[in-house]
């Protein structure tokens, strides 16, 4: 059964930062390409970073650029999400996804809120 778990989410002021991390169980995690969505409050979800599992290229939203870097530690079977200088927009639930050619899932998410 394939589980991917996050966690480090929590209540942090503007300008703030925060470390997310994705733990995933049950896939070969060297053969996935592991992203980062955040879902705002009455909003669509959308795209935050991916690290691509073939060679290690990184793909940012043009929003989070230089202000959040994605990293995974296949030793640990973990990817993670470091946000810095965060703002009031970003308060959201941030959710890993792990894509193959032949599968993707989602973790349950886990939420960010930004204070002023």
């Known amino acids: 059964q394939v589980q991917l778990v996050e966690s480090g989410g929590g209540l942090v002021q503007t300008g703030g930062s925060l470390r997310l991390s994705c733990t995933a169980s049950?896939?070969?995690?060297?053969?996935?390409?592991m992203a980062w969505f955040r879902q705002p409050p009455g909003k669509d979800r959308e795209f935050v970073a991916s690290?691509?599992?073939?060679?290690?290229?990184?793909y940012y939203a043009d929003s989070v650029k230089v202000r959040l870097t994605i990293s995974r530690d296949i030793t640990k079977n973990t990817v993670y999400l470091q946000m810095n200088n965060l703002n009031l927009e970003e308060a959201a639930v941030y959710s890993c996804k792990a894509i193959s050619n032949y599968d993707q899932y989602w973790g349950q998410g886990t939420q960010v809120p930004v204070s002023s």
């Open positions: 049950g896939l070969t995690f060297n053969q996935y390409t």
């Open positions: 690290h691509i599992h073939k060679d290690g290229s990184t």
